[in-house]
């Protein structure tokens, strides 16, 4: 079984002990090899907060959030953001349709993709794993359910906030159950840093949605009435195996 407890202890006095080496100059008669060095050690705390993927991060865009503020936890592995879905309003069809997700609204007035954020500030290249699972059928406010209807996340665009290496991360297009699916793997030689899964297809400039997430739900599948499900994202102190 994965663990989620970290311990910085070993890391942070493995940096203090080569710290302490002493210097040790080697000379010829006319040669002399002398030694540089410097050390780190993992902060003590993640304070990290969302932001949008591709900002500058020394001047962070964080994206409108009502009722979801993202993660304040202080891990120095943490999920700081992972995206609700709106699928808006329609008219019951007795054909098969699918229907985008709305994007989401930023503080300078964009309008961007769903996206999930990974914050890794443990100064290790252990890896990492985040997936999700949609925990029930969309079920309305009456009990019936929209039958055979499936959410669809995209292949993310994976992203680094500064434009680190993503190389080390794999990702896939999932078509969510409930059964855990992988958004990112990041295998062991991953860097800490901010990593976002971007859920980019196509998007809709009039009513601001993109069908990098989207539903699709059966002919004549669904009653008048406001149909919700949860999803659970999982994430991992390692890359799966």
Do not use: C
Not at 175 to 202: C, E, H, I, R, W
């Amino acid at each position: 079984m994965k663990k989620t407890v970290f311990l910085a202890t070993t890391a942070i006095l493995g940096t203090l002990m080569a710290s302490s080496t002493a210097f040790a100059a080697t000379y010829t008669d006319n040669t002399a090899k002398t030694d540089a060095k410097v050390a780190f050690q993992a902060p003590k705390e993640n304070p990290d907060k969302p932001v949008t993927p591709g900002t500058d991060p020394e001047n962070p865009d964080t994206p409108d959030q009502p009722g979801n503020n993202g993660n304040d936890s202080k891990a120095l592995l943490k999920l700081v953001w992972a995206t609700d879905f709106d699928f808006d309003s329609h008219t019951i069809s007795s054909k098969q349709e699918s229907y985008a997700a709305k994007q989401l609204a930023t503080k300078n007035g964009k309008f961007i993709p769903a996206y999930t954020e990974v914050s890794d500030k443990r100064a290790v290249q252990t890896g990492w794993n985040l997936s999700v699972k949609q925990d029930s059928d969309f079920t309305g406010t009456k009990g019936s359910t929209l039958k055979g209807a499936q959410l669809k996340l995209a292949d993310p665009a994976v992203s680094e906030l500064a434009n680190g290496d993503t190389s080390t991360i794999t990702h896939q297009a999932n078509t969510l159950s409930d059964q855990n699916s992988t958004v990112m793997d990041a295998k062991q030689g991953t860097m800490p840093g901010n990593y976002f899964a971007s859920f980019q297809g196509t998007a809709n400039t009039t009513n601001h949605t993109d069908d990098g997430v989207s539903l699709t739900v059966p002919a004549n599948a669904a009653l008048a009435d406001t149909y919700t499900t949860t999803l659970t994202w999982t994430l991992s102190n390692a890359p799966e195996a």
